[in-house]
């Protein structure tokens, strides 16, 4: 061959050239279809693979919105297997209330090659699913075959959180407007019950202040004092229904007013035991006390704590058998509280009643009531009391006619140092009667009876039942104004901040308003006390005595 070569032509020798070329062109060309075919067999795998794998559903219809292909994701919506849905009709998965939808989504594309969305609901095997199409006509097959590209985006979790969001914002304007209602309820509540107090203490006021001033008393014969004595007993046994008929939403709403000051609680109980002495008398009961506290002072409402342990004497003493015998006892606690026990020798209670005992109107029923029992609300309102001052109360009782104990443990602080008023501080004889005074009281017997009273004790005394009048008669000049807070023509408040425009005035402000809110405001004006009707005359007394002070 290779010498055949030599001796061939060079015309020949391309001839053979073009000869062979000819023949390997075929090869080439099956080797490049081959190649081909398999570059596209990958990408149709690569297609495939990201078709099922997309993390939302795809799917392709026919013209007629037949299920014509549909990936993994779009079959899972379905709860079907992907070979159960193909060939089906889209419209027979599609809740019948969005098929006109559906409908008019489909007949966009017949016209139409742009994008388009609709909101449909499905019927799966897992129930209803929300989702939204969105399509694309496209043609294949050189225009011979139209089919639509569509996107399910399941929006079922997103309605379900949309129909939470709802939910909730329609439970929360909800909640608006009940606490609203209940707002309104409760400030409408507040103010019946502060004008309720005002209508029931302000009759009381000259009454309470008739019978407090002992030194009326000591020109009366003895058994006009013992009918004194009769009377005081039970105007003060009014004035505490009144409180407790106040007291109890006051308590149940959190908002029981306190003046917080520095008390010694052996002084309360002295006070409480020395005015139920008479009901213990009465009762042949006999009343001990053991206060070995160390540390018996407090910050708290003297007068609330009064409420308290006077409540839980009197039920005591009230519960024991003639002869029978009340023990009040006080310790310092090991948790630094200082703990005061009340226990009597009476009635008892069963265990399984003590739990309810301070919600119970009336407590345990073991308690029998008596015509004096009031309105069964003493225990409770003495929780609310004691709670406020962030302590805790607690009975116990060995079981029916075995006794009972209460007991009151109160956070304690260090004894304030009290300071000493000298001597030539207090009020002389004549320097108490040169005391002017200047009363605004619109209740006529209130004015009568304070004004004849605290004349009798040395003051001068003006009266005026108006705000007009008041001013025309303080030009002339006083020592201290004592104002009720309602006036026919005005409020107190605005007496003292017009009397303090053009005159140098101390002020004392009265009224049957006694919520914390109230004193706030009378301070606010210029008041530099608040005393709560019904007005025990000793205590005004003492408070026009420390106001005066501040004038000279």
């Known amino acids: 061959m290779t010498t055949s070569l030599w001796h061939t032509s060079r015309e020949d020798l391309i001839a053979e050239l073009e000869r062979l070329q000819a023949e390997r062109e ?7 279809l081959i190649e081909a075919q398999r570059a596209l067999g990958e990408s149709r795998d690569r297609y495939v693979a990201l078709y099922d794998l997309a993390p939302i559903g795809y799917m392709t219809l026919d013209n007629r919105g037949t299920i014509v292909e549909i990936n993994l994701p779009g079959a899972a919506l379905f709860g079907k297997e992907r070979t159960k849905i193909q060939g089906l009709s889209l419209a027979s998965h599609v809740q019948p209330h969005d098929g006109i939808r559906l409908s008019e989504f489909l007949a ?18 897992a129930g209803e699913r929300f989702v939204q199409l969105v399509g694309k006509r496209v043609t294949t097959e050189a225009g011979v075959r139209t089919q639509l590209l569509a996107a399910m985006i399941d929006l079922t979790e997103q309605r379900r959180l949309d129909s939470e969001r709802k939910a909730a914002a329609e439970t929360h304007a909800r909640l608006e407007r009940e606490e609203a209602i209940a707002r309104a309820r ?31 008393w000591t020109a009366l014969p003895e058994q006009q004092r013992a009918a004194v004595e009769l009377m005081r007993r039970n105007v003060d046994l009014e004035v505490h229904l009144i409180d407790d008929l106040l007291d109890v939403p006051r308590i149940a709403r959190n908002r029981l007013a306190l003046r917080r000051e520095s008390v010694d609680v052996h002084d309360v109980v002295r006070d409480v035991v020395a005015t139920s002495t008479h009901a213990a008398q009465l009762r042949h009961v006999t009343v001990a006390t053991n206060l070995g506290a160390k540390k018996p002072c407090i910050t708290g409402d003297a007068t609330r704590l009064r409420h308290v342990f006077g409540n839980l004497l009197g039920n005591a003493i009230k519960f024991s058998q003639p002869r029978g015998v009340v023990t009040i006892t006080s310790s310092d606690a090991s948790s630094g509280q200082l703990l005061v026990s009340v226990a009597d020798t009476g009635a008892g209670m069963d265990p399984h009643q003590i739990q309810d005992l301070f919600r119970q109107p009336r407590g345990a029923a073991s308690r029998p009531m008596t015509s004096s029992s009031g309105l069964g609300l003493g225990l409770m309102i003495c929780e609310g009391i004691v709670s406020a001052h962030g302590g805790t109360i607690h009975a116990r009782s060995a079981g029916l006619r075995k006794g009972s104990t209460f007991d009151v443990a ?26 002017r005074i200047l009363l605004v009281e619109d209740h006529p017997d209130t004015a009568e009876m304070l004004s004849t009273l605290l004349r009798f004790h040395g003051f ?57 809110e109230d004193i706030r405001r009378s301070k606010e004006a210029g008041y530099e006390e608040h005393l709560i009707k019904p007005v025990d005359v000793t205590r005004l007394i003492e408070v026009i005595h420390r106001v005066a002070q501040h004038t000279h």
């Open 410 to 435: 109160l956070p304690t602080v260090e004894r304030a140092k009290v300071a000493q008023v000298a001597q030539s501080e207090e009020p002389s004889a004549g320097r108490r009667g040169s005391l």
């Open 26 to 32: 075929p090869v080439e060309k099956v080797t490049q």
């Open 186 to 216: 409760n400030e409408a509540t507040d103010q019946f019950l502060a004008a309720l107090s005002h209508e029931l203490r302000t009759p009381l006021t000259p009454v309470v202040a008739a019978l407090s001033d002992a030194e009326l």
């Open 108 to 125: 966009r594309f017949d016209n139409e090659t742009g994008v388009a969305a609709v909101e449909v609901a499905l019927r799966t095997t």
């Open 460 to 516: 001068e005394v003006e009266v005026a039942g108006s705000i007009t009048s008041a001013i025309s008669l303080a030009t002339a000049g006083c020592d201290v104004l004592i104002s009720d807070v309602r006036l026919p023509d005005g409020s107190g408040m605005e007496l003292m901040r017009r009397l303090r425009q053009s005159l140098p005035v101390r002020g004392i402000a009265m009224s049957g308003f006694g919520s914390q």
